[in-house]
């Protein structure tokens, strides 16, 4: 059950998040205030992501609204691998989990970039729901692997056991 909360929460979040508009989520003001001093500043102006038919750089939109940037798609990768996470422990020991919890989340992605498509100020993004998914394939795939890493070394510790 406490999964099913766990997973319910996050989709709430989600929810709630993607219906505000751009001047309801923007952290610009308070980047302003605590990074006043434009930390990484020349390390960041290296960069240049290409988004949508932009570039989205410092150079591009200035240093505040370019880390606003950085913190919105860094809180897609992981908020998005997080309800991954979720639904790949809801799934539980049944088979196909990990397939199940990706395919989900990319469903999941998909439905609420066409829901925040009626928001104002907002639009749908593909590359958005790609790096939603990514954020689901690298948080499942590491739960996976250590998982199937702690099998193996478990197993080598018994089989060790047994020997004595």
Request: with cysteine; glycine share 6%; proline share 2%.
């Amino acid at each position: 059950m406490k999964k099913w909360l766990i997973l319910l929460v996050f989709l709430v979040v989600l929810a709630i998040s993607s219906s505000m508009t751009y001047e309801q989520q923007t952290i610009v003001p308070k980047l302003e205030q605590i990074l006043a001093n434009k930390p990484f500043e020349k390390q960041l102006s290296v960069l240049k992501i290409p988004y949508w038919d932009t570039v989205a750089s410092v150079e591009e939109r200035g240093y505040f609204k370019f880390v606003e940037f950085l913190v919105r798609k860094l809180t897609h990768f992981v908020g998005f691998g997080c309800i991954a996470l979720a639904i790949y422990f809801v799934w539980g020991k049944r088979r196909f989990a990990a397939i199940v919890a990706i395919a989900g989340t990319a469903l999941i992605a998909m439905l609420d970039e066409f829901r925040q498509s009626f928001t104002p100020g907002r639009m749908m993004n593909g590359q958005d729901v790609m790096l939603d998914t990514a954020g689901a394939i690298v948080f499942v795939g590491v739960v996976v692997l250590v998982r199937k890493f702690l099998t193996k070394r478990q197993r080598a510790l018994l089989y060790k056991m047994k020997d004595k």
